[in-house]
């Protein structure tokens, strides 16, 4: 609940950070604290993994990354990552995205990491490739939760990446 303030501050008020996420910008802190109360009660199951980025020089809170679609009879997951715009193209994502990676097939045992992005939010794709992700399928999604916020600004062309154990493990 610490980080309120600046994930305020930093990400969730920018319409240019939730362009490509099922909530619009935060009209208030309460909605900040809202959704962090959610992400702490989360911490409960076993497998949910929920971080927040933080800029090492100053310990304020820029950005999170974390895993859903977590699939345990086939040992695979998706990694998604939103950061502050102030910190774009800084390879803080990116720093992040392969540690995160790291830990999913050193620590947790996975087989397969996948993740998707936007056609129109290419630099995402950009970060995929670098964590060593390949590109394997563009296509056409609809969000299937229409009351999601956002559903009908996601749904449309998305690039899929993956990458496996296997390539992970000869890559480096």
Same mark, same amino acid.
Not at 16 to 31: G, M, Q
Not at 109 to 115: A, T
């Given at each position: 609940m610490t980080d309120a303030d &600046?994930?305020? *501050?930093? @990400?969730?008020? $920018? +319409?240019?950070? *939730?362009?490509?996420? =099922? @909530? &619009? +910008?935060? /009209?208030?802190?309460? $909605? =900040?604290? /809202?959704?962090?109360? /959610? @992400?702490?009660?989360?911490?409960?199951? !076993?497998?949910?993994?929920?971080w927040i980025i933080v800029l090492k020089e100053t310990m304020q809170a820029i950005g999170f990354i974390y895993f859903a679609d977590i699939n345990n009879k086939e040992c695979s997951l998706s990694v998604h990552y939103g950061l502050s715009r102030k910190y774009w193209n800084q390879g803080i994502? =990116?720093?992040?995205?392969?540690?995160?990676? $790291?830990?999913?097939?050193? $620590?947790?045992?996975?087989?397969?990491?996948? *993740?998707?992005?936007?056609?129109?939010? !290419?630099? *995402?794709?950009?970060?995929?490739?670098?964590?060593?992700?390949?590109?394997v399928d563009t296509a056409y999604m609809e969000l299937a939760q229409k009351h999601l916020i956002g559903a009908e600004r996601l749904s449309g062309e998305r690039h899929v990446y993956e990458i496996t154990s296997f390539d992970y493990k000869h890559k480096i």
């Open positions: &600046d994930m305020y *501050s930093n @990400w969730v008020t $920018d +319409p240019e950070v *939730s362009r490509f996420w =099922t @909530w &619009d +910008p935060h /009209e208030n802190i309460k $909605d =900040t604290k /809202e959704i962090l109360t /959610e @992400w702490i009660g989360e911490y409960i199951k !076993p497998d949910y993994y929920h994502i =990116t720093e992040a995205c392969k540690r995160v990676i $790291d830990f999913a097939f050193n $620590d947790l045992g996975v087989k397969k990491i996948h *993740s998707n992005h936007h056609v129109e939010n !290419p630099a *995402s794709g950009r970060i995929m490739q670098k964590c060593g992700m390949r590109h």
